[in-house]
């Protein structure tokens, strides 16, 4: 399994699913969309009202379902359109990182980005930048689900 | 392998790292240069012959020669385009065809040191040693 | 069994010319429930929406999934028509194709591919949608203006005249703002202060309009139609009451070292003033940093020659509470400090000013009364260089990236100010581009080169050195390939303008978007340009973006309609995505309580069926008029008790099935 996980030269098909808060992230998506700005294909996004709306509990079930990344994406910190969305999100994600870490995933499978509804250039290069970390990193065996495995 | 005037231009560009299409043609790094007036082709429009693919008369310019390498042109401009860059990229292109050091540090007379200003005496030898 | 439709939509080309629509119809097909699925055209057009309606009856459809362009774009549209055939708005899901998928990737087959997977998710999440009803909530018919510039004004204005009450909040002494301080105005050359000042009495004798000057917003809390603000009416240390403006204390104040902050620093002022003469309110403020009386303890005498007894030293900052149904943003402007644009010599040479500062100069009621001469030796210049973009349309940390947007035009005014007054001064202006997009614009700018002749040279100047008694302009003529030196006796920079300082504060207090220069974000570029995303947050003027008077003015109004709209309804339509508490599961912990930003959820004592049998317990209770649907409480809750309509833990679950 760890041998798999090493070598990240053999090409697979990523899925990272990225969660965009309506306000901001999934207002920067869409004009990254407008601007033309592309990224890869294998983000998908799922819209939740805000960051603190993501149980950690999705991001697992993401990983069981055979995910290689998850992205949470908010407000910048003091921009949240909740006021503390954001904060409750950044706390959440900081302890389930250390949880995976602790369960043998690789935290950087897991990121926390502030992107505003102007933003869209940064939504592009975030999610491009995932992308690249998640190839790095390979597939997403650890944690997932064989039964799962399509 | 031979280049066209064009491809040359975009080589150029390449090397030098710098985005020339973020100018906008201000004149700024002209305005600012202070040997500009013994230039024939100014900062601005030494960025856009570049810009244009056109590469052949900025070699056989004095600009390459005149330039200090001081940098004020790129301090100035607007749009962070970096003008000195460009003219040394020119000028290391035209020193490596003519393939020849024309100044040696040793043969640099010692009392040197001390007259010239030490920028002058790093830009003589971008300018003039490959 | 649900009864799904699936609409797949063209979008012209924006989706069929990288999604393949035909086939993401087809292959949703077979998906258990999918009881329809189609392509057409243009879904959000009349057609495309009959088509969904007619489906819905003629299948029996109990669910609806549109596959077009961003729900931030169209969902309002889509869950309108699903209503008008009977079925409930909320049971319709979007699948964005168009800005999450056909717009950013080129390859048919991927993006395809991402389609299907995205219209997979939708399906999902739409067969967990549950039926839902909007709440109500009262609309407080007051409205509240950040700003008493001209647009602030020209909003506050149209809003009293529609018979609704209005406050005006202003941070400086007097409302007027940045107007107050021009000269005259382009294109027509008319006096600034002549067309101000009456629209500035007019809003304070309105009877609907309530003004607090030297004020600052404290906090703001609420939502649409139920705004509640705290306003900080900073300490005057006058009677606003009792002062009848005649000004003495101003003239035997002996503190006089203040620099004026509407003559942009160019005369001094008195500790205790009036910034202006047409200043409303007028009533002075004592400037508490530079007074002695403060300073010292040993002073007073503003006390003793007030006939009105009217000065306060006593008087401390209030604190006042109102209650408002939408906010208006009209924080304006201000220019860019020139300290990091060292070329110009503007800290050193008196003689190098900012526009602002020029328009103080040729103002009759300036220091110098209109007079133009030079800050150095009081002498009347004989050349002027005019010197655009400066910081303007800067990509480097110095400047701005943006067109400032009005300086061309004011460069032009001021070249024609100067050429009509003294046609003896020589006038150049240095520019990049000029321009003037704008009714008679172009044709003023031409005026003042054809008629006046000014002399224009394209080409930035590059540093301004001092010579002699004169200053040197150093320059490159872009045109002719010359290297200038250009004497002058004076050099106005037109300066780049940034959002006031305090909108970034205001921005987080209000939960509405800001952009990276700080200008505040219209709910849509095109659609919607004086909105806040935010309900019930307005825009208007420069603090949207750069404008000039007229667009400032339209734009203002343009506020007050879309705040009018507001305002004349009774009661506003609440989202009906609120958290909801299970009342079985629920264990009492409250923990939900603590996260909760908006206060709505409380704990109450209830019975509850367990087994059986009837108990009463603590059980944590939503009030669905304060939440707004973040869902932080579903998260903290242990026991899964507190869920968010429309976006419940299931609904997202199944997105995630479905995606991965």
Known sequence: MLAAQSTPDKEFEQLIVAFCCNWCSYAGADLAGTARRSYPANIKIIRVPCSCRVNPTFILRAFLRGADGVIIAGCH????????????????????????????????????EWVSAAEGNKFAEVMTSFAETIKALGENVKLRDLRCKK | MHLTEKEEAAEILRISGVKADNCMQCGKCSAACPAGAKMDILPHRFVWELMNG????????????????????????????????????????????????????????????????????????????? | MQKIGVFVCWCGSNIAATVDVARVAESVKSIPGVA??????????????????????????SRVVVCSCSPRMHEATFRKAAQAAGLNPYLVEIANIREHCSWVHKDKEVAT??????????????KLNTPLVSGESAVVKRALVIGGGIAGLQTALDIAEAGYKVDIVEKTPSIGGKMSQLDKTFPTLDCSACILTPKMVEAATHENITIYTYSEIEKVSGYVGQFEAVIRKKARSVSVDRCSGCGICSEKCPSKKAKSEFDQGLRNRSAIYIPFAQAIPNVPVIDRENCLKFQTGKC?????????????????????????????LATGFEPIDMAKFGEFNYEYCPDVITSLEFERLTNAAGPTQGHLVRLSDGKKPKSIVFVSCVGSRDTTERGKTYCSKICCMYNAKHAMLVKEKYPDIDVQV??????????????????????????????????????????????SDVASGAQLSVPADMVVLATAIKPAADARKLATMLTASIDTNDFFTEAHPKLRPVESPTAGIFLSGVCQGPKDIPETVAQAGAAAVKVLGLLSKDKLLTNPCVATCNEQTCSGCLAC??????????AEYKLVNVKGLKERRLIAQVNEALCQGCGACTVACPSGAMDLKGFSNKQIMAEVDAIC
């Not at chain 1, 503390?84 to 389930?96: D, V």
């Open chain 3, 300 to 328: 007073g005498i503003c006390a003793k020659v007030c006939p009105a007894g009217a000065i306060e030293y006593e008087q401390e900052d209030e604190l006042v509470t109102q209650k408002y149904g939408a906010i208006v």
């Open chain 3, 430 to 475: 240095f520019y990049i581009d000029v321009r003037t997009p704008g009714k008679s614009f172009d044709e003023f700018y031409r005026r003042a080169v054809e008629e006046y002749g000014v002399q224009y040279t394209k080409g930035m100047v590059g540093k301004i050195t001092e010579e002699g008694d004169h200053l040197l302009v150093h320059a």
């Open chain 3, 36 to 61: 329809f699925a189609a392509d057409y055209r243009y879904m959000c057009s009349e057609g495309g929406q009959e088509l969904m309606q007619k489906a819905i009856k003629d299948y029996g459809l």
């Open chain 3, 593 to 602: 309580e603590k996260v909760c930003p908006y206060g709505a959820i409380s």
């Open chain 1, 77 to 112: 910190p003091g921009d949240c359109h909740y006021t503390s969305g954001n904060y409750f999100a950044r706390r959440r994600m900081t302890l389930l990182m250390s949880m995976l870490s602790f369960l043998g995933v690789d935290k950087a499978r897991l990121r926390v």
């Open chain 2, 54 to 130: 056109r590469v052949n008369n900025l070699a056989a310019s004095n600009t390459l020669w005149q330039c200090l390498s001081c940098f004020t042109c790129s301090a100035r401009c607007p749009r962070g385009v970096d003008p000195a860059k460009l003219i040394e990229a020119v000028r290391l292109s035209v020193i490596r065809k003519q393939g020849e050091n024309r100044l040696n540090v040793d043969e640099l007379p010692a009392e040197i040191d001390e007259m010239m200003p030490q920028q002058a005496l790093v830009s003589a030898l971008r300018k003039y040693n490959k």
């Open chain 3, 113 to 126: 591919a991402k389609a299907i997977a995205l219209a997979k998710a939708a399906i999902a999440k739409v």
